[in-house]
């Protein structure tokens, strides 16, 4: 098969001829049609997550890529070779997708309706999910609450904008200015633009803000939160002091760590898609022979939504 190989001393991708994987036990043999870009996947080229990296190698030269689309080439319990499917590789520990074929725990995947197609599905997976579960579980929003959504462009972002304005909330987005139209067309009733603009103003009281780049603190977004309002970053472990400080105030911050999915979670994202709550933000599309350019955008500022890349 085609698969990705990342050669980190020189910060470049290639493809490499490999073997087709194996199923294991409670594994599926899947064909990748589509696959996405994240920032773990930029951060394993210039040679980050060493340690996860060196379990990757044990199973072969792929080292990128947990989400995708694609159609099951064995059978499992639940799921029958043919399916068209959608998942979501274990972020740490599961197996890697910029290949023509991976095995996946069968807990990972979920059948898709035929009429959602490969681009948009592979669009919506991890952070669509990560949209539903700040907005599902951690802190549902009534209608007109208010919501602040920090980073409102990008993946985590433009979901949490279009999920939050389904549920009636008045969205506050934060974006570069020249995202500020796209953003608006999200749901934002509200842009404002990150550069040289002051995140909060002084009568800001939200119900919810989420920091989809990860930047920012609980004591920072504090002040402007309502009473009982809650504060979600994705990366909370660089700001553990903030569940301290919100543990002792009338305000919450909520835990946010997708590590992995499970089927209903995935029926739910597809469940929101055929409502229109979630609707596919896809920037860009590369082949695998491209995946430096893909990898290249990913991490170049100003995108719309997701990067994909067609295997
Ligand atoms: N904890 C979890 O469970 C979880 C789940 C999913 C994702 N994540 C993490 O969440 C992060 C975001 O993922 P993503 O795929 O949404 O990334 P992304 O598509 O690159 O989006 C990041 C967005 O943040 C914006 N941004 C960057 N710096 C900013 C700043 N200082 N102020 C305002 N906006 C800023 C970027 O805008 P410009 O392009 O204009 O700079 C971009 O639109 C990643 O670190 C990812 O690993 C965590």
Redesign the pocket.
């Known amino acids: 098969m085609r698969a990705l190989s990342v050669d980190v001393a020189r910060g470049r991708t290639s493809v490499v001829e490999a073997p087709v994987p194996k199923p294991g036990r409670r594994q599926i043999l899947v064909e990748i049609k589509v696959s996405a870009v994240?920032?773990?996947d930029v951060q394993v080229r210039s040679g980050g997550w060493a340690s996860q990296v060196k379990r990757f190698r044990r199973a072969g030269p792929v080292l990128t890529g947990f989400e995708f689309v694609g159609v099951a080439r064995s059978d499992g319990a639940r799921i029958r070779s043919g399916q068209r499917i959608i998942g979501y590789s274990h972020?740490l520990s599961g197996p890697r997708t910029h290949a023509e074929f991976a095995c996946l725990d069968e807990r990972d995947l979920q059948v898709i309706p035929d009429d959602l197609p490969d681009e948009d599905a592979a669009a919506l997976v991890?952070?669509g999910?990560?949209a539903i579960?700040v907005l599902e579980r951690i802190r549902r929003l009534e209608p007109g609450e208010r919501c602040l959504v920090?980073?409102?462009?990008?993946?985590?972002?433009?979901y949490a904008v279009q999920l939050a304005a389904s549920q009636g909330g008045q969205v506050t987005a934060?974006?570069?200015a020249?995202?500020a139209g796209w953003v608006r067309a999200q749901g934002a009733g509200e842009v404002r633009a990150?550069e040289g603009e002051d995140?909060y103003r002084p009568e800001d009281r939200f119900d919810l803000v989420i920091d989809?780049?990860?930047?920012?603190s609980f004591a920072q977004a504090g002040p402007y939160l309502a009473p009982g309002g809650t504060y979600v970053?994705?990366?909370?472990t660089a700001d553990m002091g903030g569940f301290v400080r919100a543990a002792l105030s009338d305000k919450r911050a909520g835990w946010?760590?997708?590590?992995r999915t499970d089927p209903a979670k995935l029926s739910r994202l597809v469940e929101l898609w055929r409502e229109g709550a979630v609707r596919p933000a896809i920037?860009s599309v590369y082949d695998l022979s491209d995946a430096d350019a893909a990898f290249d955008r990913?991490?170049?500022?100003?995108?719309?939504?997701?990067?994909l890349l067609k295997i």
Not at 150 to 158: D, E, Q, S
Not at 233 to 236: A, K, R, V
């Open positions: 994240n920032e773990m972020v991890v952070m999910l990560t579960e920090i980073g409102a462009a990008g993946g985590v972002g433009a934060i974006a570069s020249a995202n990150y995140r989809a780049p990860g930047k920012s970053t994705t990366n909370p946010l760590m997708m590590l920037d990913f991490a170049a500022r100003g995108k719309q939504g997701r990067v």
